[in-house]
C-alpha cells in the first residue's frame, strides 16, 4: 500500500471540546443515557426514577411485550423519504411522540421542566407538565412552547383541582389528561429504602453521596428551592412529602361521575390516563372523552398488571378510528413507536427515557433522546417497507407477527 494511500485510512479528528456533548455522542440508544444518569446522580434521585412498584414485574414485562413484536417486511417499495410527521388534534408534530408527566424533574436537573420544555419544542412535539412539577404552570407557559398539556390528578380538594384546570386553560395549554390508576399510591420499594422525601433531606446518607456526586449537588445548591409548585400551601409545612406520602391528596373516591364534571371544566381535548381496558375506553368516549392514553404509570402503581402494548388493538377495536390512543411505559426504542403505531395507536409517549437525559445532560440529553427514538423510528419504517405513518398503520396487520 502507497504513503498516500495509508494517509486516507488515517483519519484523526478534532477532540470535541463541549466535555457534554463528548459524552453524549458516545450514547448509541436509550440504555446509554441511562447509564449515564445513573453515573451522575445519587443514588436516591436515580431510583426515584428508575424504579418501579412492589416487585417491579410490570416494569419490566412492560419492555418485553414490545420487544415480542417481530416485523414481515415489505421489500421493493420506495423509501428513499420516511416521514415520521404526525396529526393529533388538530396539530402536526415532528413524530408521534409526546413527553408524559413526571413528577419532580428539578430533582434530577435544576432547570427541570423548563429545559425539557425547550427540547420538545424545538422538535415540535408535546410534552405534558403534572399535577406534582417543580415548575408552575404559568412559568412553563412563559418558555414559549406552543403545545403544552396538563395532567390533572383530581385532589381531595375539589376547588384546588378546578382551580388548576382553570390556571392550564388561562395559561393556554392544549389539552388536559386525567389520571385514572392513583387511588392510592404504588409502594416503590427502592424510596422506602433510599428514605427519599421531597425536597431532599441532609440525612449521614446524603452527606457521604454530596463527597461522590459534586456536580450535582452544586447544580442543586445554586437553584431555587424545591417544591411541589402547583400545590400551594398542601405542599408546605413540617412534615416532608414523600413520593408516597404526596398520593394522601388524591381522591380515592372518584367515579366517571367526576370526569364528566371535569369534561364541564375544560374547553380543549380532554384525554383519561390509566390501564384502560376495552370496556372502560368505550365508557370514557361516551361522555366525550377525546383521547385514550393507556398508561400503567411506567410499572410504578399496580405491581403485574398487563402491559400497555396488549392493550393498544383491543382498545382501538373497541372504540373504533375516531378517539386518539396514545400507549407510554415500556418504550425505549424507535422500533417500539412502530410497532404500537402499527397496532393502532396515533402517538406514543415516554417518561423515564427523557428523564435520563435530563440527569444525563439537561437540555441537550432531553434532546439526545428524542433524536435517537425519532431517528430510529424512521429506519425502523423504511426496513419494514413503509415510507409514512399513515401506511405504517395501514399495513399493521400484515407487518406484525407475534413472538411465540
Same mark, same amino acid.
Given at each position: 500500500?502507497?504513503?498516500?494511500?495509508?494517509?486516507?485510512?488515517?483519519?484523526?479528528?478534532?477532540?470535541?471540546?463541549?466535555?457534554?456533548? @463528548?459524552? $453524549?455522542?458516545?450514547? /448509541?440508544? !436509550?440504555?446509554?443515557? &441511562?447509564? =449515564?444518569?445513573?453515573?451522575?446522580?445519587? #443514588? %436516591?434521585?436515580?431510583?426515584?426514577?428508575?424504579?418501579?412498584?412492589?416487585?417491579?414485574?410490570?416494569?419490566?414485562?412492560?419492555?418485553?411485550?414490545?420487544?415480542?413484536?417481530?416485523?414481515?417486511?415489505?421489500?421493493?417499495?420506495?423509501?428513499?423519504?420516511?416521514?415520521?410527521?404526525?396529526?393529533?388534534?388538530?396539530?402536526?408534530?415532528?413524530?408521534?411522540?409526546?413527553?408524559?408527566?413526571?413528577?419532580?424533574?428539578?430533582?434530577?436537573?435544576?432547570?427541570?421542566?423548563?429545559?425539557?420544555?425547550?427540547?420538545?419544542?424545538?422538535?415540535?412535539?408535546?410534552?405534558?407538565?403534572?399535577?406534582?412539577?417543580?415548575?408552575?404552570?404559568?412559568?412553563?407557559?412563559?418558555?414559549?412552547? @406552543?403545545? $403544552?398539556?396538563?395532567? /390533572?390528578? !383530581?385532589?381531595?380538594? &375539589?376547588? =384546588?383541582?378546578?382551580?388548576?384546570?382553570? #390556571? %392550564?386553560?388561562?395559561?393556554?395549554?392544549?389539552?388536559?389528561?386525567?389520571?385514572?390508576?392513583?387511588?392510592?399510591?404504588?409502594?416503590?420499594?427502592?424510596?422506602?429504602?433510599?428514605?427519599?422525601?421531597?425536597?431532599?433531606?441532609?440525612?449521614?446518607?446524603?452527606?457521604?453521596?454530596?463527597?461522590?456526586?459534586?456536580?450535582?449537588?452544586?447544580?442543586?445548591?445554586?437553584?431555587?428551592?424545591?417544591?411541589?409548585?402547583?400545590?400551594?400551601?398542601?405542599?408546605?409545612?413540617?412534615?416532608?412529602?414523600?413520593?408516597?406520602?404526596?398520593?394522601?391528596?388524591?381522591?380515592?373516591?372518584?367515579?366517571?361521575?367526576?370526569?364528566?364534571?371535569?369534561?364541564?371544566?375544560?374547553?380543549?381535548?380532554?384525554? $383519561?390516563?390509566?390501564? /384502560?381496558?376495552?370496556?372502560?375506553?368505550?365508557?370514557?368516549?361516551?361522555?366525550?372523552?377525546?383521547?385514550?392514553?393507556?398508561?400503567?404509570?411506567?410499572?410504578?402503581?399496580?405491581?403485574?398488571?398487563?402491559?400497555?402494548?396488549?392493550?393498544?388493538?383491543?382498545?382501538?377495536?373497541?372504540?373504533?378510528?375516531?378517539?386518539?390512543?396514545?400507549?407510554?411505559?415500556?418504550?425505549?426504542?424507535?422500533?417500539?413507536?412502530?410497532?404500537?403505531?402499527?397496532?393502532?395507536?396515533?402517538?406514543?409517549?415516554?417518561?423515564?427515557?427523557?428523564?435520563?437525559?435530563?440527569?444525563?445532560?439537561?437540555?441537550?440529553?432531553?434532546?439526545?433522546?428524542?433524536?435517537?427514538?425519532?431517528?430510529?423510528?424512521?429506519?425502523?419504517?423504511?426496513?419494514?417497507?413503509?415510507?409514512?405513518?399513515?401506511?405504517?398503520?395501514?399495513?399493521?396487520?400484515?407487518? /406484525?407477527?407475534?413472538?411465540?
Amino acid at each position: 500500500m502507497r504513503l498516500s494511500e495509508v494517509r486516507q485510512l488515517v483519519q484523526v479528528k478534532r477532540p470535541e471540546p463541549n466535555p457534554t456533548a @463528548r459524552r $453524549l455522542a458516545k450514547c /448509541l440508544n !436509550v440504555d446509554d443515557v &441511562r447509564e =449515564l444518569a445513573k453515573r451522575r446522580l445519587p #443514588r %436516591a434521585v436515580f431510583d426515584f426514577v428508575d424504579g418501579g412498584a412492589d416487585d417491579e414485574i410490570t416494569e419490566r414485562e412492560n419492555m418485553a411485550a414490545f420487544q415480542a413484536w417481530r416485523f414481515a417486511p415489505r421489500v421493493l417499495q420506495d423509501v428513499g423519504e420516511a416521514h415520521t410527521a404526525a396529526d393529533l388534534f388538530g396539530r402536526r408534530y415532528g413524530a408521534p411522540l409526546g413527553l408524559c408527566p413526571t413528577g419532580y424533574p428539578r430533582m434530577v436537573h435544576p432547570l427541570g421542566e423548563v429545559a425539557v420544555a425547550r427540547a420538545t419544542s424545538a422538535r415540535d412535539l408535546p410534552y405534558a407538565l403534572s399535577t406534582a412539577a417543580s415548575t408552575s404552570i404559568e412559568d412553563l407557559a412563559g418558555t414559549g412552547h @406552543r403545545d $403544552l398539556w396538563f395532567q /390533572l390528578f !383530581v385532589l381531595r380538594d &375539589r376547588g =384546588l383541582t378546578r382551580s388548576l384546570v382553570e #390556571r %392550564a386553560d388561562l395559561a393556554g395549554y392544549r389539552a388536559l389528561e386525567v389520571t385514572v390508576d392513583t387511588a392510592v399510591s404504588g409502594k416503590r420499594e427502592r424510596d422506602a429504602r433510599n428514605g427519599l422525601t421531597i425536597p431532599p433531606s441532609l440525612s449521614a446518607r446524603t452527606i457521604a453521596d454530596i463527597a461522590i456526586h459534586v456536580g450535582y449537588w452544586t447544580g442543586m445548591v445554586r437553584g431555587p428551592a424545591l417544591q411541589y409548585a402547583n400545590l400551594g400551601e398542601l405542599a408546605v409545612g413540617e412534615r416532608r412529602l414523600t413520593p408516597s406520602s404526596l398520593g394522601d391528596l388524591f381522591d380515592p373516591t372518584i367515579t366517571w361521575d367526576d370526569i364528566a364534571e371535569v369534561r364541564t371544566w375544560w374547553p380543549g381535548p380532554l384525554l $383519561l390516563k390509566g390501564p /384502560l381496558g376495552p370496556a372502560d375506553a368505550k365508557r370514557a368516549v361516551s361522555i366525550g372523552i377525546d383521547g385514550l392514553h393507556l398508561s400503567n404509570h411506567g410499572g410504578r402503581q399496580l405491581d403485574r398488571s398487563i402491559p400497555t402494548a396488549d392493550l393498544v388493538r383491543p382498545v382501538r377495536s373497541a372504540v373504533g378510528e375516531g378517539p386518539a390512543i396514545i400507549v407510554d411505559s415500556g418504550i425505549r426504542h424507535g422500533a417500539d413507536i412502530a410497532v404500537a403505531v402499527a397496532l393502532g395507536a396515533d402517538m406514543c409517549a415516554i417518561g423515564r427515557p427523557y428523564v435520563y437525559g435530563l440527569g444525563a445532560a439537561g437540555e441537550q440529553g432531553v434532546g439526545k433522546v428524542l433524536d435517537l427514538l425519532t431517528d430510529q423510528l424512521r429506519r425502523t419504517m423504511q426496513l419494514a417497507g413503509t415510507s409514512s405513518l399513515s401506511e405504517l398503520r395501514r399495513e399493521g396487520a400484515e407487518l /406484525l407477527r407475534r413472538r411465540a
